[in-house]
């Protein structure tokens, strides 16, 4: 058997992210009460010049509360947001220097994709030709010149969502604002799409907030993810040190798949205990033969999940689910399976990390 | 080079699919349909065209006797009547100006603020349309005299105007609060003033409703004769108040040219504002929220 690689490569990231100095986002204090129940509580992010970080949370945590607030659409009840150094809680959303991309993308149906992307500049006054020229411009990076006339009902979903984009680069902003700005896409054009954002985002160097749900979307794009859990921001660090040294029990679950199980790891055996032991499934290793630290493990069920299968074992201290490559195994199959690497929780937070005999 | 010739597109394509007695049975009811359709909604209009063109027209004769233009001479020629048109096409589009300055921010109101009685409000403006109109139009006239607005233009407007501000707050409003606040948002965000919003994004996204509503009070003003007689006699006489003088004084082909003279804005008005909305942008709109 072989050992299965972490499911979610994290990118290199290009610019390692440097001390916030003037540029870029800061956010503290943030406050906001909505139908009597405290939403975001006391919100701190601060996001660099030029960087890249989602807000990541499950449904119903504030992220596009957080958003709102910083887009100027909702008012905060305490706290400040500054962009690039400049104070802008006080201002109207046509006063900041962010622009948005909405979930649905709010494109006005009744405008061509041109007069869309041209709007923004239409209101700065600009000349009928100056505005031409920069539509042009950023069409072609979203690489939609082609449909500049067209209205956007005419426009697929994929290329809606990039008009969308194009809308919101065209004002050039200090902060781009997107909102699950690919949840309304099918899975491939998901991919290439988020892709095409990185891509542009880096080129032009805009800071930029993405709110989502989705942890590999989070993961494949940002220079940083804060990781949102009822109305807080629960870790705040880069996709590879999220997925190897979560901070809490949270985000341990919530990123990646873990196995929660009640005791404590001693040389390889799970003993009963009052801590929360979280085992990576790439972190139990199966092996056909007798093997040190390994113990003894009953197959029950096979999960096939097309590049790799997830094998549901019953060990004697223990259930455990193991990503494995390579054969398919069957339920009953007789094997070796050994802990390499455990985190262990205290209250919710990691208090210890155990890497087995390597 | 070879031809190929597909085997099983030879048959297949000269095979038809038999009658049916289902499908007789359907095609029988279309047709009974189309015929109802035409002897209740055409035969009028028909006979309303035969009619005024007709000059003798003995009783079981299925055409007239004689054909003439004499009756639209008639009516041409009438000075009275080209009064009434003449009132009647200045009365209706300056009560929709009036209806429309006066509904519109209501309507908008009314679908994007949340105001103590709004629903009252609302309702209330149904209630004016309940009661029976004659009753409304007594009560209005003695008050007329008082403040002397009897036949008066100002007393006419006031009248068509009443007759209009059901359509002109309640179809707009639906149409503002159909605008999606994303939408308005996003306009917003680009740095669009509150007003400027309203003119570029949320005004045109409501512009069919606004027109549906424009269009059924321009018909409303049009159509209104008892408030108009009542109000404007015999200072002031529309078309369709005209109309009651001529169905008693000339002959009924008289009051056949005038129907369909009277019809005609109407039907012109229709046919625009059906190309408009339903081939417009109302349709393509309605995809994208
Ligand atoms: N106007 C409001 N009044 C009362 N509660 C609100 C209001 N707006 C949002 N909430 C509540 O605030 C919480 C956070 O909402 P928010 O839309 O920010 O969640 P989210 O993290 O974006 O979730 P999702 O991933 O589902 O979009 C939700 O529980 C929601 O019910
Ligand atoms: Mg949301």
Not at chain 1, 68 to 93: K, T
Not at chain 1, 154 to 167: D, N, T, W
Not at chain 2, 126 to 131: D, H, L, P, W
Not at chain 2, 156 to 162: A, D
Request: with cysteine.
């Amino acid at each position: 058997m072989t050992i299965h690689e972490p499911l979610t490569e994290p990118p290199a990231s290009t610019t390692e992210p440097g001390a916030a100095a003037g540029g870029g986002l800061t956010i503290r204090g943030l406050h906001k009460i909505l139908g009597g129940r405290t939403i975001i509580d006391n919100l701190d992010l601060s996001v660099n010049e030029g960087e890249l970080v989602s807000l990541l949370g499950p449904s119903g945590c504030g992220k596009t509360t957080t958003l709102r607030m910083i887009a100027g659409f909702l008012e905060p009840d305490a706290g400040s947001i500054e962009v690039e150094g400049q104070e802008v809680s006080h201002l109207g959303a046509e006063n900041r220097p962010s622009a948005m991309v909405f979930q649905n993308y709010a494109l006005w149906p009744h405008m061509t994709v041109a007069k869309n992307i041209g709007f923004p500049l239409k209101l700065r006054k600009m000349s009928k030709a100056e505005i031409n020229d920069r539509v042009e411009t950023v069409l072609e990076l979203v690489s939609l010149l082609h449909h500049k006339d067209s209205k956007p009902a005419r426009i697929s979903g994929g290329e809606q969502q990039r008009v969308a984009l194009a809308r919101a680069l065209v004002q050039e902003p200090k902060l781009l604002l997107l909102d699950e700005p690919l949840s309304n896409l099918d899975a491939k054009l998901r991919v290439k799409v988020r892709e095409d954002i990185r891509k542009i985002q880096q080129e032009l160097g805009i800071t930029t907030v993405i709110v989502t749900h989705d942890q590999e979307e989070a993961m494949s794009m940002s220079d940083r993810i804060a990781v949102m859990n009822a109305g807080r921001i629960e870790q705040y660090s880069t996709p590879e040190a999220l997925y190897a040294r979560p901070e809490t029990e949270f985000v341990a679950t919530f990123i990646g798949s873990m196995n929660r199980v009640e005791g404590s790891l001693n040389n390889g055996l799970i003993s009963a205990g009052g801590d929360i032991l979280g085992i990576r499934p790439e972190d139990v290793i199966l092996h056909d033969v007798p093997f040190d630290g390994a113990l003894p493990a009953t197959v029950e069920r096979v999960v096939p999940r097309g590049h790799f299968q997830e094998v549901y074992l019953r060990r004697a201290d223990a259930q455990l689910r193991s990503f494995v490559t390579g054969e398919l195994m069957q339920p009953g199959q007789q094997t070796y399976a050994e802990i390499r690497k455990a985190m262990t929780f205290r209250d919710g937070r990691l208090v210890a990390e155990s890497g087995a005999a390597r | 080079m070879a031809i190929i010739t597909d085997s099983r597109t030879g048959p297949a394509s000269r095979t038809r699919r038999p009658l049916t007695l289902d499908s007789m049975v359907r095609s029988a009811l279309v047709v009974l349909f189309v015929v109802l359709m035409v002897v209740f909604i055409l035969g009028p209009l028909l006979w309303l065209g035969v009619r005024a063109f007709a000059g003798n027209w003995t009783f079981p004769n299925l055409l007239p006797d004689d054909w003439t233009l004499r009756w639209w001479q008639v009516v041409i020629n009438d000075g009275a009547l080209g009064v009434a048109v003449q009132n009647s096409l200045f009365f209706a589009p300056l009560t929709v100006l009036v209806s429309a300055i006066i509904c519109l921010p209501a309507a908008y109101a009314f679908a994007r603020f949340d105001f103590p009685g709004r629903r009252f409000f609302l309702i209330s403006l149904f209630a004016t349309n309940a009661f029976p109109k004659m009753g409304l139009f007594v009560t209005l006239a003695a008050l007329f005299y008082a403040l002397n607005l009897m036949n008066t233009v100002l007393g006419i407007l006031v009248v068509h105007v009443l007759g209009t501000v059901v359509f002109m707050t309640w179809i707009p409003a639906a149409a503002f609060a159909a605008v999606p606040r994303n939408l308005e948002e996003a306009a917003r965000d680009a740095g669009a003033s509150k007003l400027r919003v309203f003119a570029s994004v949320t005004l045109p996204m409501a512009l069919p409703g606004i027109i549906v509503a424009a269009v059924m009070s321009f018909l409303a003003s049009f159509d209104e004769a008892q408030g108009t007689y009542l109000v404007g006699a015999p200072a002031f006489m529309t078309m369709p108040t005209q109309m009651y003088s001529l169905v008693l004084n000339y002959p009924t082909q008289v009051a056949a040219v005038f129907s369909i003279l009277l019809a005609i804005p109407s039907v012109a008005l229709m046919l625009a504002a059906h190309k408009h909305i339903l081939g417009g942008q109302l349709a393509e709109g309605f995809q994208i929220k």
